[in-house]
Protein backbone atom coordinates (compact mmCIF):
# COMPACT_ATOMS: atom_id res chain seq x y z
CA UNK A 1 0.00 0.00 0.00
CA UNK A 2 0.96 3.73 -0.60
CA UNK A 3 1.00 6.23 2.35
CA UNK A 4 1.12 9.76 2.03
CA UNK A 5 2.44 11.16 5.41
CA UNK A 6 1.99 14.66 6.10
CA UNK A 7 3.71 16.47 9.45
CA UNK A 8 2.86 18.97 11.46
CA UNK A 9 4.84 21.13 14.14
CA UNK A 10 4.70 19.97 17.64
CA UNK A 11 3.66 22.22 20.08
CA UNK A 12 5.33 25.20 21.37
CA UNK A 13 8.32 24.50 18.34
CA UNK A 14 8.72 27.84 15.81
CA UNK A 15 8.64 27.89 12.38
CA UNK A 16 12.62 28.93 12.14
CA UNK A 17 13.36 25.90 14.37
CA UNK A 18 11.40 23.41 11.98
CA UNK A 19 13.15 25.30 8.99
CA UNK A 20 16.55 24.94 10.75
CA UNK A 21 15.78 20.69 11.33
CA UNK A 22 14.67 20.46 7.82
CA UNK A 23 17.83 22.09 6.93
CA UNK A 24 19.59 19.26 8.37
CA UNK A 25 21.28 16.34 6.04
CA UNK A 26 18.77 13.32 5.85
CA UNK A 27 20.47 10.33 7.92
CA UNK A 28 21.41 6.93 7.16
CA UNK A 29 18.37 5.42 7.84
CA UNK A 30 16.28 7.67 6.29
CA UNK A 31 18.74 6.57 3.07
CA UNK A 32 18.34 3.12 3.68
CA UNK A 33 13.97 3.45 3.60
CA UNK A 34 14.97 5.09 0.19
CA UNK A 35 17.34 2.14 -0.92
CA UNK A 36 14.41 -0.31 0.40
CA UNK A 37 11.92 1.46 -1.66
CA UNK A 38 9.95 2.43 1.59
CA UNK A 39 10.66 5.96 0.83
CA UNK A 40 9.53 6.86 -2.61
CA UNK A 41 8.87 10.58 -2.63
CA UNK A 42 9.87 13.47 -0.40
CA UNK A 43 7.97 17.23 -0.20
CA UNK A 44 8.78 20.51 1.52
CA UNK A 45 6.02 22.19 2.87
CA UNK A 46 6.60 26.07 2.33
CA UNK A 47 4.74 28.69 3.71
CA UNK A 48 2.85 29.75 7.20
CA UNK A 49 3.22 25.95 8.36
CA UNK A 50 6.59 24.52 6.80
CA UNK A 51 7.43 20.87 7.26
CA UNK A 52 7.72 17.59 4.63
CA UNK A 53 5.08 15.11 3.04
CA UNK A 54 6.27 11.70 2.18
CA UNK A 55 5.15 9.27 0.46
CA UNK A 56 5.49 5.49 1.99
CA UNK A 57 5.16 1.71 0.31
CA UNK A 58 4.61 -0.09 3.32
CA UNK A 59 1.90 -3.02 3.97
CA UNK A 60 -0.06 -1.59 6.44
CA UNK A 61 -0.47 1.23 9.10
CA UNK A 62 1.08 -0.17 11.72
CA UNK A 63 4.97 -0.32 9.46
CA UNK A 64 4.50 3.55 8.11
CA UNK A 65 4.23 4.07 12.55
Not at 14 to 39: F, M, P
Request: with cysteine; aromatic share 8%; glycine share 10%.
Amino acid sequence: MLFLVNSRICPGATNDQVIAHLKQNIEKEGWDLVRQGVLTHWFYKVGDQPGVMAMLNCGNIDEVR
